[in-house]
């Protein structure tokens, strides 16, 4: 019931080159020093072999532009289908890692895995962040990131919502008032 999750597509090479993406709805930052990540995939899925052989992966945030990319990955195989030839999404070369970054996405976050953990349904791959990028759409003057202009999605019981409308920024709480 912790609900709602970020989505994301998940971006891989398998060791022939071949692209694939799966949606990921467990998915989270982990660790600020050193910057890791973490996200959990059910063994039988056609990515896991991947992800498992090759240790690097793209998290690429999600927006409501690719909501309908994102489900689609989230139920075609990539056994079957090449999700970015059949998405029309653009495949971009990462820095770090050979996945690519999905070029429509606003945020494309390198990673290697640095451990696997096995807990029952599904594997926990924790992962060290390696690169990031992010579309200069979204930053201001003052090179802060706007991901709210974005219209990011998230994930709760089988339904993908919208995000954006901000109600506060940290701190907001306990900042003194101007008086």
């Given at each position: 019931?912790?609900?709602?999750?970020?989505?994301?597509?998940?971006?891989?090479?398998?060791?022939?080159?071949?692209?694939?993406?799966?949606?990921?709805?467990w998915a989270g930052t982990v660790c600020t020093n050193p910057p890791m990540v973490g996200i959990s995939v059910r063994p039988e899925r056609y990515s896991y072999r991947i992800l498992k052989e090759t240790g690097e992966f793209?998290?690429?945030?999600?927006?409501?532009?690719?909501?309908?990319?994102t489900d689609f990955c989230g139920v075609k195989s990539?056994?079957?289908?090449?999700?970015?030839?059949?998405?029309?999404?653009?495949?971009?070369?990462?820095?770090?890692?050979?996945?690519?970054?999905v070029g429509e996405s606003p945020v494309n976050i390198e990673c290697k895995v640095?451990?696997?953990?096995?807990?029952?349904?599904?594997h926990l791959f924790l992962a060290q962040v390696a690169a990031v990028h992010a579309d200069e759409k979204y930053m201001?003057?003052?090179?802060?990131?706007?991901?709210?202009?974005?219209?990011?999605?998230v994930y709760s019981h089988g339904t993908y919502?919208?995000?954006?409308?901000?109600?506060?920024?940290?701190?907001?709480?306990?900042?003194?008032?101007?008086r």
């Open positions: 019931m912790l609900y709602p999750l970020p989505v994301v597509m998940v971006s891989m090479a398998d060791g022939g080159g071949k692209y694939n993406i799966i949606t990921i709805a793209v998290v690429n945030l999600t927006t409501k532009e690719l909501v309908y990319a990539g056994r079957e289908v090449d999700k970015f030839g059949a998405l029309g999404l653009t495949a971009l070369p990462a820095d770090q890692v050979r996945a690519p970054l640095k451990e696997i953990l096995p807990l029952g349904s599904h201001d003057e003052k090179r802060k990131f706007h991901l709210e202009k974005a219209r990011p999605i919502y919208v995000c954006g409308e901000p109600l506060g920024s940290f701190g907001y709480s306990v900042k003194k008032s101007g």
